[in-house]
């Protein structure tokens, strides 16, 4: 079971791993114990004629008070703990820093302290304590991340948070884990857990910080391609051909579109930029109005990026 | 229908007329089983099927085999008929309508018109839920809101199906209870019933009691999709969260209307297969209550991180604890009842004991889950889809498979290939544990639930609990293939092929319509096997 846990990435992930840990000695302890007197009775009393003589037993108080009051005894540890734990996942410390986090179909959005908005990725820093304090924009989600341990439900109209202390540096997964709909798998992000220079650096780059990492050395295409991955592009929009919530790009450019106003436009560089900005002004035919607007979370070379991408998918 | 004398059609077996309208109009309690028995089945093969195709997609991490939206509907058509159709409604109205009246000494129910009643709103029930199935909703069986309010797709015509659904529960349930108050054969003391009969009374009672709840809360949905009312909904003062409240509180108490037949059809199997009286009877009787009475207390269980208070977390983390105790009762006393018995591994009890096994990994894993900061992570993981299957599968249908193949002599008065039965058994147990064992693995991993496609790392896993579905599905096609076969062509059943004790076998098999030539007088409990003397007590 153990070698199955994902690496421990929390201050909180070792306490959980414990309990769970002491759970399913004893678990297996009983189920092993169940399990062998079965066979072995089974096995063991085999029938050997139709005259065999079995006793007339029907019961043993002793017994059953003694299977009754131990695992009694142990199920009651087990919510103690798990209680005392819970408590302890359920309270931040006072000096947490603070991350807003809205969870929208199908994407994450962060916003830090200082106003800096990221999508689907989220920046942390090793060793600092930090809240999440947390909406849905339309439906429930579930802000889930293995490796430390966390999950909360994520709710409109109502503030839940979750809190925790990373403990090692790297990447992790970050999914949504209540079913919200057609893109519920898709709706996944990265937590980087930064040294405490590394997130310095990453703050200190200004609030158009939502850039993608490198975004000089990529080419715009490049870079478009990786805001289409990166930043809740692919969740609803295909490069193959199919529909899937948003039309596919594949092929757009240069095409005439169909709006469900019944008005035909050519899909230039302005409306693809209109869409991103104003998804709401130019609906496609047959599709739902239910895109999100990028204002202000894609910076103008983000979105030209996407364009240059979208050219390129004949 | 009396208890008194019998009439000229006690020689012919209930089978008879064969005309349809008899059928169409029946109110055998015996006809009206098969009749459950027949439609929860396809019902279930159906849904199987639905699985199947779930398991083949999940087999790489890409949505490549359907899309994603066609796979959200796969697992809530999968999760709405399962639930609905088969489990619910199903295990008892068929099992309980057969042998009720019989096991007690009674010729029929306490009401045959309303069990009649009963099934024809079921089947009303399902010819909604076929309506359903033009724009298939795509929310889970669990209908969350604001989601189930907002999808496009048809949630209306599916939840009214089940609406209707739960009447025929809630009536079963009535029927149940008052058969076995007042028509309990002369001697047949609360203390002499067999222990399905006690299980039954306590499913009874959940289907009469919780089963107005989903009703009411499924129309509350139905009217905040048509009218907008608001009442899940925090923009116009209502709360997401109620829902899960309302919904919960039935579906705990569902789970137990699930499983707690089957505990009762493995306290029947076992004594006959060990030739010794059942262990701890009172014990086991009296735990059927109380966990019925514990489960309407532990719904909460379900919304740990949905943003309950810590308090309320405490609270029914602590009673979902007390519900396992009696359980656990259960299966220490089934264990014991082995001891020193002549046990004989037919299919029946190869099903009953493979129960005891599968459902003691099924009832471990709920400790899990009902662990508060154990809870945490695992919650909507496959941690949870692992221990749900194994509770109702290796739970709840290796019971119903055990009963279909206990009391078969008795229902269909032919007797079925008992090697091939053996070898169906062991493809399903094998190609069971290999399709569900992984997916612990997968939620201890982190693998969310519902996803139509997912992060490569899990891949293997997958793949493992895909293979193995093929093999449970195999198993199952060749378990029905016998059991039709033997209802065919097979030998003409004994009356009473495993000296049973009890009282539907001292008739013929099958049973005439009005079970019983005199009415029995009960003088001894069914479990006593082995006994020498009266003065053995």
């Given at each position: 079971?153990?070698?199955?846990?994902?690496?421990?990435?929390?201050?909180?992930?070792?306490?959980?791993?414990?309990?769970?840990?002491?759970?399913?000695?004893?678990?297996?302890?009983?189920?092993l114990l169940i399990s062998v007197f079965l066979v072995y009775y089974a096995l063991k009393y085999r029938?050997?004629?139709?005259?065999?003589?079995?006793?007339?037993?029907?019961?043993?108080?002793?017994?059953?008070?003694?299977?009754?009051?131990?695992?009694?005894?142990?199920?009651?540890?087990?919510?103690?703990?798990?209680?005392?734990?819970?408590?302890?996942?359920?309270?931040?410390?006072?000096?947490?820093?603070?991350?807003?986090?809205?969870?929208?179909?199908?994407?994450?959005?962060?916003?830090?302290?200082?106003?800096?908005?990221?999508?689907?990725?989220?920046?942390?820093?090793?060793?600092?304590?930090?809240?999440?304090?947390?909406?849905?924009?339309?439906?429930?989600?579930?802000?889930?991340?293995?490796?430390?341990?966390?999950?909360?439900?994520?709710?409109?109209?109502?503030?839940?948070?979750?809190?925790?202390?990373?403990?090692?540096?790297?990447?992790?997964?970050?999914?949504?884990?209540?079913?919200?709909?057609?893109?519920?798998?898709?709706?996944?992000?990265?937590?980087?857990?930064?040294?405490?220079?590394?997130?310095?650096?990453?703050?200190?780059?200004?609030?158009?910080?939502?850039?993608?990492?490198?975004?000089?050395?990529?080419?715009?295409?490049?870079?478009?391609?990786?805001?289409?991955?990166?930043?809740?592009?692919?969740?609803?929009?295909?490069?193959?051909?199919?529909?899937?919530?948003?039309?596919?790009?594949?092929?757009?450019?240069?095409?005439?579109?169909?709006?469900?106003?019944?008005?035909?436009?050519?899909?230039?560089?302005?409306?693809?930029?209109?869409?991103?900005?104003?998804?709401?002004?130019?609906?496609?035919?047959?599709?739902?109005?239910?895109?999100?607007?990028?204002?202000?979370?894609?910076?103008?070379?983000?979105?030209?990026?996407?364009?240059?991408?979208?050219?390129?998918?004949? | 229908?009396?208890?008194?004398?019998?009439?000229?059609?006690?020689?012919?077996?209930?089978?008879?007329?064969?005309?349809?309208?008899?059928?169409?109009?029946?109110?055998?309690?015996?006809?009206?089983?098969?009749?459950?028995?027949?439609?929860?089945?396809?019902?279930?093969?159906?849904?199987?099927?639905?699985?199947?195709?779930?398991?083949?997609?999940?087999?790489?991490?890409?949505?490549?085999?359907?899309?994603?939206?066609?796979?959200?509907?796969?697992?809530?058509?999968?999760?709405?008929?399962?639930?609905?159709?088969?489990?619910?409604?199903?295990?008892?109205?068929?099992?309980?309508?057969?042998?009720?009246?019989?096991?007690?000494?009674?010729?029929?129910?306490?009401?045959?018109?309303?069990?009649?009643?009963?099934?024809?709103?079921?089947?009303?029930?399902?010819?909604?839920?076929?309506?359903?199935?033009?724009?298939?909703?795509?929310?889970?069986?669990?209908?969350?809101?604001?989601?189930?309010?907002?999808?496009?797709?048809?949630?209306?015509?599916?939840?009214?199906?089940?609406?209707?659904?739960?009447?025929?529960?809630?009536?079963?349930?009535?029927?149940?209870?008052?058969?076995?108050?007042?028509?309990?054969?002369?001697?047949?003391?609360?203390?002499?019933?067999?222990?399905?009969?006690?299980?039954?009374?306590?499913?009874?009672?959940?289907?009469?009691?919780?089963?107005?709840?989903?009703?009411?809360?499924?129309?509350?949905?139905?009217?905040?999709?048509?009218?907008?009312?608001?009442?899940?909904?925090?923009?116009?003062?209502?709360?997401?969260?109620?829902?899960?409240?309302?919904?919960?509180?039935?579906?705990?108490?569902?789970?137990?209307?699930?499983?707690?037949?089957?505990?009762?059809?493995?306290?029947?199997?076992?004594?006959?297969?060990?030739?010794?009286?059942?262990?701890?009877?009172?014990?086991?009787?009296?735990?059927?209550?109380?966990?019925?009475?514990?489960?309407?207390?532990?719904?909460?269980?379900?919304?740990?991180?949905?943003?309950?208070?810590?308090?309320?977390?405490?609270?029914?983390?602590?009673?979902?604890?007390?519900?396992?105790?009696?359980?656990?009762?259960?299966?220490?006393?089934?264990v014991?009842?082995l001891?020193?018995?002549?046990i004989?591994l037919?299919?029946?009890?190869?099903?009953?004991l493979s129960?005891i096994f599968?459902?003691?990994?099924?009832?471990?894993?709920?400790?899990?889950?009902?662990?508060?900061?154990?809870?945490?992570?695992?919650?909507?993981?496959?941690?949870?889809?692992?221990?749900?299957?194994?509770?109702?599968?290796?739970?709840?249908?290796?019971?119903?498979?055990?009963?279909?193949?206990?009391?078969?002599?008795?229902?269909?008065?032919?007797?079925?290939?008992?090697?091939?039965?053996?070898?169906?058994?062991?493809?399903?147990?094998?190609?069971?544990?290999?399709?569900?064992?992984?997916?612990?693995?997968?939620?201890?991993?982190?693998?969310?639930?519902?996803?139509?496609?997912?992060?490569?790392?899990?891949?293997?896993?997958?793949?493992?609990?895909?293979?193995?579905?093929?093999?449970?599905?195999?198993?199952?096609?060749?378990?029905?293939?016998?059991?039709?076969?033997?209802?065919?062509?097979?030998?003409?059943?004994?009356?009473?092929?495993?000296?049973?004790?009890?009282?539907?076998?001292?008739?013929?098999?099958?049973?005439?319509?009005?079970?019983?030539?005199?009415?029995?007088?009960?003088?001894?409990?069914?479990?006593?096997?082995?006994?020498?003397?009266?003065?053995?007590?």
């Amino acid at each position: 079971m153990l070698s199955w846990l994902p690496e421990e990435a929390s201050n909180l992930a070792g306490k959980v791993d414990n309990v769970l840990l002491v759970v399913t000695v004893v678990s297996v302890f009983f189920f092993l114990l169940i399990s062998v007197f079965l066979v072995y009775y089974a096995l063991k009393y085999r029938r050997r004629s139709d005259d065999d003589h079995t006793p007339y037993i029907t019961g043993n108080i002793v017994i059953e008070v003694i299977w009754t009051v131990v695992p009694s005894i142990l199920l009651m540890i087990f919510f103690a703990w798990g209680y005392i734990e819970f408590v302890h996942m359920k309270n931040p410390p006072k000096d947490a820093t603070e991350v807003n986090v809205t969870a929208r179909q199908w994407m994450w959005e962060f916003e830090y302290y200082d106003g800096k908005k990221t999508i689907n990725e989220l920046y942390v820093q090793k060793d600092r304590p930090v809240r999440m304090i947390m909406q849905s924009e339309d439906v429930i989600h579930s802000f889930f991340v293995p490796a430390f341990r966390v999950k909360q439900d994520v709710l409109p109209g109502r503030y839940t948070q979750l809190w925790f202390t990373p403990t090692k540096a790297g990447d992790f997964d970050l999914f949504c884990a209540e079913y919200c709909g057609t893109g519920h798998s898709q709706m996944r992000a990265v937590v980087h857990v930064l040294s405490p220079e590394a997130f310095s650096r990453w703050m200190n780059k200004g609030k158009g910080g939502a850039e993608v990492a490198e975004a000089a050395e990529l080419s715009p295409r490049e870079r478009g391609k990786k805001v289409y991955q990166e930043k809740g592009c692919s969740a609803c929009h295909s490069i193959d051909g199919s529909p899937v919530v948003g039309p596919t790009f594949k092929g757009l450019y240069g095409h005439k579109v169909e709006l469900e106003s019944g008005e035909t436009v050519t899909a230039d560089e302005n409306y693809i930029r209109h869409s991103v900005l104003e998804p709401q002004a130019q609906i496609v035919k047959g599709y739902q109005p239910v895109m999100p607007s990028f204002k202000g979370k894609l910076s103008d070379k983000e979105i030209t990026g996407v364009i240059e991408y979208i050219k390129s998918l004949k | 229908m009396s208890n008194g004398a019998a009439t000229e059609t006690m020689n012919v077996s209930f089978y008879e007329p064969k005309s349809i309208l008899s059928w169409v109009l029946t109110t055998d309690h015996k006809r009206i089983g098969l009749m459950y028995l027949i439609t929860i089945s396809t019902f279930f093969l159906i849904a199987g099927g639905i699985a199947m195709l779930m398991r083949y997609e999940l087999l790489t991490p890409e949505s490549d085999f359907v899309s994603p939206h066609t796979y959200n509907v796969l697992f809530t058509l999968h999760g709405s008929i399962m639930v609905f159709f088969f489990i619910v409604p199903g295990v008892a109205a068929s099992l309980g309508n057969f042998l009720i009246p019989l096991m007690i000494g009674a010729r029929d129910v306490a009401f045959p018109k309303l069990n009649l009643g009963s099934y024809w709103i079921y089947l009303v029930g399902t010819i909604i839920l076929l309506a359903a199935l033009l724009q298939p909703a795509d929310t889970g069986w669990t209908f969350y809101t604001p989601y189930s309010v907002k999808t496009g797709t048809d949630v209306i015509l599916i939840t009214f199906g089940v609406f209707v659904l739960g009447f025929s529960s809630i009536l079963t349930g009535l029927n149940f209870i008052v058969t076995i108050h007042k028509l309990r054969a002369p001697g047949m003391t609360w203390d002499r019933l067999p222990l399905f009969i006690w299980s039954a009374y306590a499913t009874s009672i959940l289907q009469l009691l919780a089963t107005p709840v989903v009703g009411i809360t499924l129309l509350l949905l139905i009217a905040e999709r048509t009218l907008d009312i608001g009442f899940f909904d925090p923009a116009k003062g209502g709360d997401p969260i109620l829902f899960q409240n309302f919904f919960w509180f039935y579906s705990h108490p569902a789970v137990y209307i699930m499983v707690i037949p089957a505990f009762g059809i493995i306290s029947e199997i076992i004594p006959v297969f060990s030739r010794k009286p059942i262990f701890g009877y009172k014990a086991i009787a009296y735990s059927s209550f109380a966990i019925a009475i514990i489960s309407f207390f532990v719904w909460m269980h379900h919304m740990f991180v949905s943003g309950i208070s810590q308090t309320a977390a405490a609270i029914f983390s602590f009673l979902t604890m007390l519900v396992a105790i009696p359980t656990a009762i259960k299966v220490f006393n089934w264990v014991a009842t082995l001891y020193k018995g002549s046990i004989s591994l037919e299919s029946p009890m190869l099903y009953a004991l493979s129960f005891i096994f599968l459902f003691t990994i099924g009832g471990l894993t709920g400790v899990y889950l009902g662990t508060l900061a154990v809870d945490v992570p695992l919650h909507d993981t496959y941690f949870v889809v692992a221990h749900m299957h194994y509770v109702m599968i290796g739970g709840t249908v290796f019971g119903f498979f055990g009963a279909l193949h206990f009391w078969y002599p008795k229902w269909f008065g032919k007797m079925f290939n008992e090697a091939v039965a053996k070898l169906a058994w062991f493809l399903i147990f094998v190609g069971f544990n290999v399709t569900f064992f992984p997916q612990f693995f997968l939620g201890v991993e982190g693998m969310p639930r519902r996803y139509a496609s997912y992060p490569p790392q899990f891949q293997t896993l997958h793949e493992i609990s895909t293979y193995g579905s093929w093999i449970l599905g195999l198993g199952i096609f060749i378990m029905t293939v016998n059991l039709i076969a033997g209802v065919i062509g097979g030998k003409k059943a004994p009356q009473n092929p495993y000296n049973s004790l009890s009282l539907e076998w001292q008739v013929p098999s099958p049973p005439p319509h009005e079970n019983f030539h005199e009415i029995p007088t009960v003088t001894d409990w069914t479990y006593g096997y082995g006994k020498k003397s009266k003065t053995e007590a």
